[in-house]
């Protein structure tokens, strides 16, 4: 069974590096750069996991996330972001969990293998 993965992060850099290190472990990624396609993305990918960024161009990533929980219940979220004062509210509205940048690339790869076998 594949683990899909969705990027809502608008650093293309970031995007393309988190995804390829996704994919060489056989991770089925798509990324998208704004909340707007976020949202339609995740209703036709149907992830298992989500990593959101806080800070958009079209808005707060914090703010987004029942949306985000109502949309694909099952999928776990993750907020990533410099600004660790966000942390409290993005885990109060329903993030699983926050990760800050910078981060290491190897632990996001460990949390996204072993979400995958806690779905097996």
């Known amino acids: 069974m594949e683990t899909k993965v969705l990027l809502i992060e608008d650093e293309a850099d970031l995007c393309m590096i988190l995804k ?6 056989h991770f089925v990624v798509e990324s998208a750069h704004t909340i707007a396609d976020g949202i339609e ?13 806080h800070t958009l161009p079209d808005g707060s990533g914090v703010n987004i996330i029942p949306v985000l929980k109502q949309l694909c219940p099952q999928a776990r979220l993750v907020m990533i972001s410099a600004m660790e004062q966000v942390m409290k509210e993005a885990l109060e509205q329903g993030a699983d969990r926050f990760i800050k940048k910078p ?3 190897e632990n996001v ?3 996204v293998v072993s979400e995958s076998k806690n779905r097996l």
Do not use: G, N, Q, W
Request: avoid cysteine.
């Open 20 to 25: 390829k290190l996704l994919e060489r472990e």
């Open 41 to 53: 993305k995740i209703k036709m990918f149907d992830p298992a996991i989500v990593f959101l960024d």
């Open 103 to 105: 981060f290491r690339f």
């Open 109 to 111: 790869l460990d949390f």
